[in-house]
């Protein structure tokens, strides 16, 4: 594969949006850059201004829908907020107005909303596969089993990454770290590259751990 010159990463922040799950692959991004400074991560929300994400923390976007950034990859976090956002139009409308060539991606439950969209229809994908406390009791459901749920047509899978072409997903908080290398992956750059970042991280062993835990899939749409 050859390499994307100049590979710009933009992460989708909300409400209650989890924070590792937007976290982690920017900040791959971020340890990627040194080695190669065209890489790039960015912010997109809704709207120019300050959103509180999970357990109260504030960021600030660097990009709107209005503006619509150039990028090569959207990536859309999970957590508490994607209750809401499952349901958001202006989402559906901003994913649905990115050129084919912006791969679709997400971490954890943000699977949900490509699924709402249709977009997961004939598709394997993944979500979170361990529940909380409350996920866990009568009163919830495992995020994976919410997935299949919302998503009928889609076929689900566990594997900690799933790379269906277009559309990439990862399941659990932390496979951000993984989505975050494997975008590097998508963008061309070889094992090395990727795994210099993963030593710089000191994150060597558990990026060894899952680097093989991907299922790849001829895209059907």
Known sequence: MNKTRGFRLGVYIFKDAEIIDYAAPYGVFSVARRLDPELDAFLVADAMKPVQTQAGLIVQ?????????????????GGFGTRQETNNKRLHQFIRSLPET????????????????????GVPATSRKEPDRLEAS?????????????????????ARIVDSGRIVTAG??????????????????????IADAARIMEYKE???????DIEYVQETK
């Open 206 to 212: 558990g990026y060894s751990q899952y680097k093989d």
């Open 138 to 158: 009568e009163m919830g459901q495992v995020p994976i089993d919410r997935l299949a749920d919302i998503a009928p047509a889609c076929k689900i899978s566990r």
């Open 102 to 121: 912006t791969l679709l991606v997400s971490v954890c439950t943000g699977s949900w909303i490509f699924g709402r969209m249709g977009l997961l229809d």
């Open 172 to 193: 659990g908080i932390a496979s951000g770290m993984e989505m975050g290398f494997h975008l590097l992956r998508r963008a061309g750059y070889d094992e090395k590259f």
């Open 61 to 77: 976007p660097n990009y709107s829908f209005q503006d619509q950034p150039d990028m090569d990859a959207f990536l859309i976090p």
